[in-house]
């Protein structure tokens, strides 16, 4: 039997002390502390040290970051040796956590042809692959706008049982819309209401664009009264692409007409827009219908940046003392 006896309150404390002052004295680790001790041991090739980090972070509530697997950047040829490291880790959620982490850093890279390898070994070995985990490849493919490639991606993740999501179809989208490929854009669309799926602020956003690159500014504002009636909200981005159009094709007079139309609901909205189409109107050189954007916007009690000032009559007066 053990022996017990018994500890009066002061007792209690003073066996406590040293516990507590060791918690509360020891620095909390950061993710930003892991990332440091991942790349150092990458670089020296200790891999075990890497896996043993990985799986030690997350017990501390350190999520893995952009930062993680940077030393794969300076020898992508150690990919091998790390995925073997990877697949020895015995936490599931550490396992899929760290590969997705390093799909992302590898996509980060432009080294697509990895993270896509990486992507399907998850999909293969039911490491947790989701649409998630493939979109970093996507989303670098279609900036770079090697649409082929992306749209295998999108196969990819078909073999893998992985369907894609909103975000997999909009990174393609966008990518048509921003050079203009209405055709495209269009079909991109279709897969995505066959697939279920209902257009987002961010697709509302790039037909939008894609509208306004293909010189069809009714056509965008069509777009945007699709998007009210569908009861999605507007980035102020989508607002932008309008105006920038309007403004570059020279209908100033309907670019003001547009953001009177969408004033008065919300604050934020009116000061980005007002203030925009004054700016795009004053680098153009229309300062006289710049002046008149600015005096509505007083008038509306929105704030005047520093850009704007000149155009403003209570400041000029404000300058000149009287």
Not at 174 to 199: I, P, R, W
Not at 292 to 301: D, I
């Amino acid at each position: 039997m053990i022996p017990f006896r018994r500890l009066n309150k002061n007792s209690i404390v003073a066996a406590a002390a040293p516990i507590y002052n060791a918690f509360f004295s020891t620095q909390i680790p950061s993710s930003a502390h892991y990332d440091d001790l991942i790349n150092a041991a990458g670089k020296q090739g200790d891999f075990a040290s890497v896996r043993h980090l990985l799986s030690k972070r997350l017990s501390q509530g350190c999520l893995n970051t952009n930062k993680t697997f940077k030393f794969i950047a300076t020898d992508v040829s150690v990919l091998d040796d790390l995925l073997l490291n990877l697949a020895a880790i015995d936490d599931w959620f550490v396992k899929k956590h760290a590969h997705d982490s390093l799909v992302a850093q590898l996509a980060n890279l432009h080294r697509t042809a990895e993270a896509l390898r990486v992507a399907e070994i998850m999909g293969r070995k039911n490491y947790g692959a989701t649409a998630a985990t493939f979109n970093p490849v996507l989303n670098a493919l279609a900036k770079k706008k090697d649409m082929l490639a992306a749209w295998r991606v999108v196969d990819a993740m078909r073999a893998c049982n992985v369907k894609p999501n909103i975000t997999s179809f909009n990174y393609i989208l966008t990518a048509y819309c921003f050079t203009g490929d209405v055709a495209s854009a269009a079909d991109t669309l279709v897969k995505m209401e066959e697939e279920g799926m209902k257009a987002d602020a961010i697709t509302y956003d790039a037909l939008v664009l894609g509208a306004c690159r293909a010189g069809k500014v009714e056509g965008a504002v069509a777009v945007m009264r699709r998007m009210v009636d569908d009861g999605v909200v507007a980035l102020f981005s989508t607002h932008g692409h309008i105006l920038k159009e309007m403004v570059g094709c020279g209908y100033y007079a309907a670019a003001v007409d547009y953001v009177r139309m969408y004033a008065g609901g919300d604050e934020k909205l009116d000061a980005e827009n007002f203030g925009y189409l004054a700016r795009r109107l004053k680098y153009v050189k229309r300062i006289e219908e710049a002046g008149s954007v600015v005096v509505e916007m007083e008038k509306r009690g929105i704030q005047i940046d520093d850009g704007l000032k000149d155009l403003s009559p209570s400041f000029l007066l404000r300058d000149t003392g009287n």
